[in-house]
């Protein structure tokens, strides 16, 4: 089992709707969890930390599910420049990143 | 500040060949790690370093060597390039200090025919 799983897609999603992925992970010793976000032929860039308490910032909003060993991220009024692949990141305590396959979302006009 | 800088952008080896992929960052930040990255996978850890002298493997060394004496670079060589280790090569770096985010350098895609 990958210790951090996510929908592979893509998800095709018109310009303006709501899209929401899911990942989970695990190793259970996991501290802190990002999203990335990655464009064709980039490198990775960060899109937003994972807190506990669950965090917003315009129009994406994350949440982290411990119990359940679950991450969210959730974007609303979506664009065109939104179409990326959106990679999840758990970290444990020795600082060790494990990545996510990503989950390649498309916006289409 | 450059962040994290690659060279080269692009390779092409020849099996058997050895290189080194440059890595630098000036950010005074003291974990820098490896990655390679293939399609429809995601990163795999190849090396890191949490201080300078100090390095370690990840979820796919072999093939793969490091070094770190200074906190700014930290090259990766390749030993005897295979062809499957065509691949995206990404190194990155993580300051000491929340929030733990990872500046990547923009990638070296190498090509081992």
């Known amino acids: 089992r990958k210790e951090v799983e996510q929908d592979p897609g893509p998800f095709n999603v018109p310009e303006g709707a709501t899209v929401a992925f899911n990942c989970t992970y695990s190793n259970s010793a996991s501290q802190s969890f990002f999203w990335y976000r990655q464009d064709c032929r980039k490198e990775p860039k960060l899109l937003m930390s994972v807190y506990s308490s669950g965090n917003e910032d315009g129009r994406f909003t994350a949440q982290l599910n411990r119990a359940s060993q679950y991450i969210s991220l959730l974007i609303r009024d979506s664009k065109l420049s939104d179409s990326a692949t959106y990679l999840c990141?758990?970290?444990?305590?020795?600082?060790?990143?494990?990545w996510g396959a990503g989950t390649k979302l498309i916006i289409k006009p | 500040n450059a962040g994290v800088t690659q060279t080269p952008k692009f390779q092409v080896l020849k099996t058997g060949q050895s290189m080194t992929l440059q890595c630098a960052q000036d950010m005074n930040h003291e974990y820098m790690s490896w990655y390679r990255q293939d399609p429809g996978m995601g990163l795999r850890l190849i090396h890191y370093?949490?201080?300078?002298?100090?390095?370690d493997q990840g979820e796919v060394p072999n093939g793969y060597n490091v070094s770190r004496s200074t906190t700014e670079d930290f090259p990766l060589r390749l030993l005897s390039a295979a062809p499957s280790q065509t691949s995206v090569y990404f190194c990155a770096s993580i300051p000491g200090t929340p929030p733990y985010e990872q500046y990547f350098g923009p990638g070296t895609r190498l090509t081992v025919t």
């Open positions: 990141v758990a970290m444990d305590s020795n600082y060790q990143l494990i």
């Open positions: 370093s949490v201080g300078a002298g100090i390095t």
